[in-house]
């Protein structure tokens, strides 16, 4: 059978980013594509006693249908979270959700009516432009520098766009670029979202992950009014596998935002909400994600020492202080695409800045993952980078 | 802040039904109105050491970024479950989801432009009707009878609505009525639907949970050109709270839905995933599943030999094979909606039939779940019932 599916699903099924990492996957690959944790750091052991704890403890009600919100004792354990992350939120502000992805799927589906204008940074999150694309948004991107989203063009787009649902955001080690906003920006893109009435949908998975610099309170710390509407996630600080993520906002949004939840999954599985409130409960977290931001600084530095080593001498690279990804940009106008044809026939992988631009595509960018692979690879990877950029740029 | 919600959320946060379940989960109410499975039948040793094994086994992986599709494992033991319901799949056509309330979310998103027709059997399953209205769809009811969904009916429907983007039903045991379709009908409603051009999305939650009558092949083994999307869930046969389900379908549509499930969680939850293969492997799933029919089957004839004793005479029921609700209907034009206001007076609750149809509401009609109480709870919880309904009546 035919069948005749609804605009915004994708006519191709032909996915660019399912393809380099299709591409990637091959085990000879030394990898820099993908956005994973370091498994070796995940807490298998911690996790086992948990469950086995809440087995003992809770038994049939785990497995049994739970609320749509999540399980209220992880609820308040994640407002404990966010005052340590500057934000006063209760448990009625809080939302449970199977990953962040999850978060930003049903936001972007309570605000997106077909042609709605979304404002993101250039360049984005890409599962976050599929998500907005599928919805049939218009995706109007805001130019960023070292410093993140440039407020002063952020300005001049929300006069343009008056009517734009939102402002999608990754303020800290940003997703590709790995760039942190400063403080002054996070100030003056609440004012003038606030100015506009345009909401702000802040992602935040990557904020705990800071090895250097000072860490800096999230947009929802600065937001008064309650339009912004803060995203974050277990899944860089524990592990992924579990989705699980939380999301923060004014009660009116709850209350609409349980309705969709509610249709979408009814609720987010109960079983692991309970392992990962008793995680929180026996181990220091703290502890553990200092596990984390030391082994991400070592591969970071490693990888910038070795870009600086063996990549042309005029390239481009972000300064990460934390998070998993440096942004490059080669000189030149180099079709990044075609590098990337390059290097998988050298067998190291990363992913093409094409991907991630709502605007025009910035020739000669890439970006590349530190937090996935070890010592051995980022070596041996970036080495070979190195050589299949100089034959392109040869060339 | 105000937000701008997109079309299809709802401007209410007042949701009958969820009004309806927080007046039923007063402790000192005798509920039948939620669909909750029989918590004491959860098999919670076996599935803790179905989880230490996984830890113990694979570590890591489970923790980590999985397959969009689900874990190639699981999904393989799900074309075994397919074959013991006479359904030859590969594991190509299984997609593993967050419950299968994400398989019907995400394909009505699929499908469903604003101001599309969707068919649905009249009375249907609430939080589906809640999914297609959300997306803008104009449901279109088909009368029911003891037989399941009338086909002469469909078929007069379905020339009526020629661009109806697919027939939603429950065959087996259907909610809220219990009914389940007969293999004639069965038959008819594939061709008519093949003839039509219209797909039909065929959800079979408690199929397995037959008690009574004979085991009929879902309308997916009658479907030779790929119009039939089935899916099923582990909710009912080992527990709900894990929010694991799947979605049989072609190739081609799994290529399309694959981008969908990626937009909106990623995958499902891989410990989850690693759990319930392992528990397939170690448990005997048809024992377990036996233990559930007798209970329910017990349950259910308790609850009809209490309704015929304490109803009033000319009620009519369903009499269901099994699955977990039995369909009421009181003679003389009664208002379930005030009905109900009296039964939480009297400490007892159900589901009125008017948060079920799409079409005209039948009155006198209500829904009983009888997996969920004990028989205690069902002996004075329907006791009460017949003496709220002669309240009424009498009036």
Request: hydrophobic residues 40%.
């Amino acid at each position: 059978m035919k069948f005749r599916y609804a605009n915004g699903v994708p006519t191709s099924t032909e996915n660019a980013t399912a393809n380099i990492l299709k591409a990637a996957a091959d085990p000879n690959v030394i990898s820099f594509g993908g956005g994973l944790p370091a498994p070796e750091l995940f807490p298998v052991a911690e996790m086992k006693a948990a469950t086995d704890k809440v087995f003992d403890k809770y038994g049939r009600l785990v497995l049994q249908y739970a609320q749509t919100l999540g399980y209220p004792k992880l609820r308040e354990q994640i407002t404990d979270l966010m005052k340590d992350r500057h934000v006063d939120a209760e448990v009625e502000n809080i939302g449970v959700v199977t990953g962040s992805q999850q978060a930003i799927d049903l936001v972007a589906r309570m605000m997106i009516n077909p042609g709605d204008v979304v404002i993101v940074e250039d360049p984005s999150y890409l599962a976050a432009i599929d998500v907005f694309n599928s919805y049939g948004a218009k995706l109007v991107g805001v130019p960023m520098d070292e410093d993140g989203m440039k407020t002063d063009a952020l300005a001049e787009t929300v006069k343009k766009y008056t009517k734009a649902k939102f402002i999608y955001t990754i303020p800290n080690f940003q997703n590709p670029t790995g760039r942190t906003m400063t403080e002054e920006r996070r100030k003056e893109l609440v004012r003038v979202a606030k100015e506009a009435g345009i909401p702000i949908v802040e992602d935040d998975p990557y904020g705990a992950i800071r090895y250097a610099g000072k860490k800096l309170p999230p947009l929802k710390h600065f937001d008064k009014d309650g339009g912004v509407i803060y995203l974050s996630s277990f899944s860089k600080i524990l592990a992924p596998g579990m989705r699980l993520g939380w999301l923060v906002a004014d009660k009116s949004f709850m209350d609409h935002f349980s309705l969709m939840k509610q249709n979408a999954d009814l609720h987010t599985d109960n079983l692991t909400q309970y392992i990962v409130s008793q995680f929180l409960l026996d181990v220091d977290l703290k502890k553990h994600v200092k596990k984390i931001t030391d082994a991400y600084e070592h591969r970071a530095n490693l990888m910038l020492e070795l870009i600086d080593k063996y990549f042309p001498k005029n390239v481009h690279h972000s300064n990460p202080e934390g998070g998993m990804f440096i942004w490059v940009e080669i000189p030149g106008g180099v079709d990044t695409d075609e590098l990337f044809k390059t290097c998988i026939k050298n067998n190291v992988a990363f992913v093409p800045g094409s991907a991630f631009f709502a605007g025009d595509i910035k020739p000669g960018t890439f970006r590349l993952n530190f937090s996935n692979m070890n010592d051995e690879q980022i070596k041996e990877g970036i080495k070979r980078m190195g050589k299949a950029i100089a034959e392109v740029v040869d060339n």
